[in-house]
């Protein structure tokens, strides 16, 4: 594959790696991996998607694991200056899209701050591969207007702050990130704003990958079905009536039953 004619020397790409499956990376980020020098990688980079980068290409790992910092943020900011200053072509490897709590934010402003230019190539976040993964629906017309993504983890005893009024609407989906620790808070917190104790709930674990599970359940049970997760693997949580695996049938129905309407309306006219 020839060099992405895009990646001069010196400067960043920040890459969403995607959820794991390598075939779900995106068409310019495997040509952006290819024409890398340098690749610095979150620690849930799957060893599919590191497959892909080339031998003489230099690997830095700077991921964080729960309660396991390989490098602090600011570290990894300086390794990446430092690296573009020498004129090297920088990849920052993310998983999922560098967009969505991906910290993507503090690395460009630290970069560009420091005259270095810097692009994003965005990937598939894991609310998407686990949705489609499990054949089911993150919005749905007449049941879910509307997707919210949250982010449950917090520094190191701190806790939880959201809105849970606004997070407890029912015509909502909401994608829970890194909320496997916090699930009992998360579901007390959304019974508490109102949501119905027995809205479904779709967990995910290593979302597209071939040790991927899921686990259905209502909102009420969302600590219990959790406990048999391993602290180190990804772990998604969809909350809402469009996960349901009668989701999409109560929808037809609503369809079927409005044409049923107008068609009676329809008849009963004297014309």
């Not at 729960?66 to 990446?80: A, C, E, V």
């Not at 207007?145 to 009024?165: K, N, P, Q, Y």
């Not at 899921?214 to 998604?236: C, H, K, M, W, Y």
């Not at 009536?241 to 009668?246: G, I, K, L």
Request: net charge neutral; hydrophobic share 45%.
């Amino acid at each position: 594959m020839p060099l992405a004619p895009e990646f001069a020397p010196g400067t960043v790409w920040l890459v969403g790696a995607g959820p794991g499956d390598p075939d779900l990376l995106t068409r310019k980020a495997m040509r952006l991996i290819e024409a890398a020098d340098i690749v610095f990688h979150d620690a849930l980079i799957g060893p599919g998607v590191l497959g892909l980068i080339p031998a003489g290409t230099e690997r830095v790992s700077v991921g964080k694991r729960s309660g396991r910092h390989s490098k602090d943020q600011g570290t990894i900011n300086d390794l990446l200056l430092t690296a573009a200053r020498d004129g090297r072509r920088v990849l920052r490897l993310k998983g999922g899209d560098p967009s969505i709590f991906g910290r993507s934010g503090e690395e460009i402003d630290h970069l560009t701050t420091c005259g270095i230019l810097v692009h994003v190539c965005p990937g598939i976040t894991a609310a998407s591969a686990a949705a489609a993964s499990s054949a089911a629906s993150l919005t749905l017309r007449g049941v879910a207007r509307s997707l919210t993504f949250v982010t449950a983890h917090t520094r190191a005893g701190e806790a939880i702050d959201l809105d849970w009024s606004a997070l407890a609407a029912p015509q909502a989906t909401l994608a829970v990130y890194m909320g496997r620790a916090a699930a009992g808070t998360i579901a007390a917190g959304l019974i508490g704003a109102g949501r119905d104790p027995a809205t479904p709930v779709l967990i995910v674990v290593n979302a597209s990958l071939p040790d991927e599970r899921t686990v259905r359940g209502q909102l009420t049970a969302l600590a219990f079905l959790v406990e048999t997760i391993s602290d180190d693997d990804p772990t998604l949580l969809l909350i809402g009536e469009a996960v349901s695996t009668s989701a999409r049938n109560r929808t037809q129905h609503i369809k079927q039953s409005v044409a049923e309407t107008i068609s009676a309306s329809i008849a009963s006219m004297n014309w």
